[in-house]
C-alpha cells in the first residue's frame, strides 16, 4: 500500500519480558506498521485491517486474538468508531480488542516478511541488497514486495513501485507474475 513505509511482525500486549516464538508467554502475534499519513491516513489503515480477516471470530488463544493497539486518544476514537462501522454492518458481534499500546517485541528474523522468504530466487536478490537481516526486516521495498507476494495492493500500485524495489529484470517479472496469480 502507497504509504506504508514498514511491516514488522512480533508480539505484544502481555507483560513478560522479551517474548519469543517459542516462549510467547501472555503477548499476542501482532504486526508493527510504520506509515507516512500525509500518504495514507490511520483510518484508511485500520479499514485494511477490518476487510483483511474476520474480527467477528472468537480467537482460541491470546496468541492469535484480534486486537488494534493505539497510541493517542486520536487512534483510540478511530478504532471504537470503526470498529462500531464494521459490527452495524455485519449485524454481528466484533471481537476485536481495542488496547492502549505497551511495548512492541519484534518476532525472530525468520518470521520477518515471510511471504517473500517463499521465493529463494526474490530472497536472494534482496539478500545481496541487504545482507544484514536488520536492514532487509526494515526496508521498505521488502515490504513492499512481501505485501504483493501476498497478493495485497493493486496492480496499478505494483506496476508504479515495482522499479524502485532494487530488483533486476527477471526479479521484477517473476513478482509481478506472483502477484497476478492473486488478482487471477
Known amino acids: 500500500m502507497d504509504g506504508v513505509v514498514r511491516t514488522r511482525v512480533g508480539y505484544a500486549g502481555g507483560k513478560q519480558k522479551d517474548p519469543t516464538y517459542r516462549s510467547i508467554g501472555d503477548h499476542s ?15 484508511e489503515l485500520l479499514f485494511i485491517f477490518w476487510q483483511n480477516h474476520d474480527p467477528t471470530s472468537r480467537a482460541w488463544s491470546r496468541q492469535y486474538m484480534s486486537a488494534i493497539s493505539y497510541h493517542n486518544d486520536e487512534q483510540k476514537k478511530l478504532a471504537l468508531e470503526t470498529r462500531a462501522f464494521e459490527e452495524k454492518q455485519r449485524n454481528k458481534k466484533i471481537q476485536t480488542e481495542i488496547v492502549p499500546f505497551s511495548k512492541f517485541y519484534p518476532a525472530e ?18 539478500k545481496a541488497i541487504y ?38 529484470s ?11 496469480r492473486w488478482k487471477n
Open 29 to 43: 502475534e501482532t504486526i508493527q506498521i510504520d506509515y507516512d499519513p500525509t500518504r495514507v491516513s490511520y483510518k
Open 109 to 126: 528474523d525468520y518470521h520477518q516478511k515471510y511471504q517473500l522468504r517463499q521465493h529463494s530466487d526474490l530472497m536472494g536478490e534482496f
Open 131 to 168: 545482507p544484514r537481516d536488520i536492514d532487509f526486516i526494515n526496508s521498505t521495498a521488502a515490504a513492499r514486495a512481501n505485501g504483493y507476494i501476498g497478493g495485497h495492493g493493486t496492480t496499478e500500485q505494483v506496476k508504479a513501485t515495482i522499479e524502485n524495489l532494487g530488483l533486476s
Open 170 to 180: 527477471a526479479g521484477r517479472q517473476r513478482l509481478l507474475a506472483i502477484f497476478k
